[in-house]
């Protein structure tokens, strides 16, 4: 058995798209959970780019299963047009599959997540993709699922349902004009026509999948503390990236999950709003963002740069259970002279070990920083730990040694080769 789940273990952007790429070539089956397309995962192939939001990032390979699980919500209208593109690049999506029970994400959510953002006092900063207004309807069960794409009739109902409600909303609340039904519905139509075919229960090709003895990878988005229970609430996503999430949003039960591994960069990103404790403001901030390309994939936004964090490194150890931490984009440290990591806490006089609940509380926490000499030497040719500057290594083995978690992998550059495997996650 061999079920290997992939999470963020910081604020998403961790380089999951590069790491789930090289793990796929491995995997006989690829798997998203959740989130949708506010996710991003950048993939380079011989110079070539590959931008992905919803198509699971095995999809370059073409043997691998490429799996969207039930815990998604799908804009059918992006998915569409990345499956267009995919194939317009030679890419095939044969192998994709679509869970039945997906939610599906409609343009008037997108709308919702845009002006209930604008008008909020609260800001997320979300990526204004309708991901927390779908979820939302999904919980609110007036939402609606791949499958009932498959029923258009009794789909009609739903959906008037639905927009009578949204329309109420964008109308009275916020002054907009309303959505159409007749529009709505010939848009499902669509959907209907071009995503039929890849429209199953894919919790059956998932647990067939591993009962055989296949690899499966389960391709976590976003990162553990954009999780909505777990992350700094409530500047997070409004699903679950931790590893417990691939469960329930892939429909795969937890006994048959046999390993954890967090992507975690060799430093700290977060976009959006909310603290930040190791968070820079000086030119290392802007040399980090511009050699580590640090700007939003799905926004294009510039990214929030710090030093690493080992407490928050712990914490998503604690929450995934992590057995493995893939260490990313170390290169991007390579011209520091001092390289600075928290290793705890100092609030109000006292060391806090533990990541705080209340923001509050974080906000006003200041990092207790250990500092390491820089290794000033290019790493970004390093293909084993041998070849790594001892002072890099050290760097490494600090990590393992803080988080308690085995350093399993390390890339060094954006590129499928520029990776050194320390212990193989699929045998
Ligand atoms: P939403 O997921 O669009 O609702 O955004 C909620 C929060 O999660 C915002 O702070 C976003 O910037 C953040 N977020 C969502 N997706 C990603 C991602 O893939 N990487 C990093 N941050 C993300």
Known sequence: MSALVLVGAQWGDEGKGKITDFLAERADCVVRYQGGSNAGHTIVVDDQKFQLHLVPSGILYPDTDCIIGNGVVVDPELLIQEIKDLNARGVSTDRLYISSRATVLMPYHRLLDAVEEDSSTQKIGTTKRGIGPAYTDKIARRGFRMVDLLYLDELKQILKDAIDQKNLILEKIYGKPGIDLDEALARCEDYRNQLGKYIVDTSVLVNNAIASGKKVLFEGAQGTLLDIDHGTYPYVTSSYPTAGGACIGSGVGPTRISKVLGVAKAYTTRVGEGPFPTELFDEIGEHIRQKGAEFGTTTGRARRCGWLDIVILRYAARVNGLTDIALTKLDVLDELDTIKVAVGYRYKGQEI?????????????????????????????????????????????????????KISMVAVGPGRGETITVNPLFS
């Open 353 to 405: 070990n533990e990541f705080p609940e209340s923001l509050q509380v974080l906000s006003d926490c200041e990092p207790i920083f250990k500092e390491f000499p820089g290794w000033k030497q290019d790493t970004s040719k390093a293909r084993t730990l041998e070849d790594l500057p001892q002072a890099a290594r050290n760097y490494i083995d600090f990590i393992a040694q803080a988080t308690g978690v």
